[in-house]
C-alpha cells in the first residue's frame, strides 16, 4: 500500500484524490490519509502530489504513518473528488515538523 505522511499536513493539495482509480482517500481536517485495504499499489498519486507527502509503505520514511493512515481511514469520510487546498497550503509546504498539528 501507499501512505500519505506528514508533507500533507496543513496542505491537501489533493491531486491525489483526482487520480486515484478505487477512491482510497479519507479526509481529515487538515490532511487525507489511504486506506490500506482499498489501495490497489498503482503507484499513480506518488507523482501527483506537489508536497511529496505519499510514499510507498516500504519506504523507511513512511514507517511512523502506516498505522495513522490504517486508523483515521477507518474514522474519517471518504472523499472522491478534489476540492481546494488549505489556504495557506503553499506557505506549509517543505515545512518539516508538522506531525504535532496533525487534526484528528
Ligand atoms: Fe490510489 Fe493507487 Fe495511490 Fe493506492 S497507490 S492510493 S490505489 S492512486
Ligand atoms: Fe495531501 Fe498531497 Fe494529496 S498534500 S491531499 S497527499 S496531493
Same mark, same amino acid.
Given at each position: 500500500?501507499?501512505?500519505?505522511? @506528514? ?13 486515484? !482509480? ?15 485495504? @482499498? ?7 506518488? !507523482?501527483?502530489? !506537489? ?7 516500504? +519506504? ?21 473528488? $478534489? ?6 497550503? +503553499? ?7 508538522? $506531525?504535532?498539528?496533525?487534526? +484528528?
Amino acid at each position: 500500500t501507499y501512505v500519505v505522511t @506528514e508533507n500533507c499536513i496543513k496542505c491537501k493539495y489533493q491531486d491525489c484524490v483526482e487520480v486515484c !482509480p478505487v477512491d482510497c482517500f479519507y479526509e481529515g481536517e487538515n490532511l487525507l490519509v489511504i486506506n490500506p485495504d @482499498e489501495c490497489i499499489d498503482c503507484g499513480v498519486c506518488e !507523482p501527483e502530489c !506537489p508536497a511529496e507527502a505519499i510514499l510507498p509503505d516500504s +519506504d523507511d520514511r513512511a514507517a511512523d504513518w502506516i498505522e495513522i493512515n490504517r486508523e483515521y481511514a477507518a474514522r474519517w469520510p471518504n472523499i472522491t473528488r $478534489k476540492g481546494d487546498p488549505l489556504p495557506d497550503a +503553499d506557505d506549509w509546504k517543505d515545512k518539516p515538523g508538522k $506531525k504535532e498539528f496533525l487534526s +484528528d
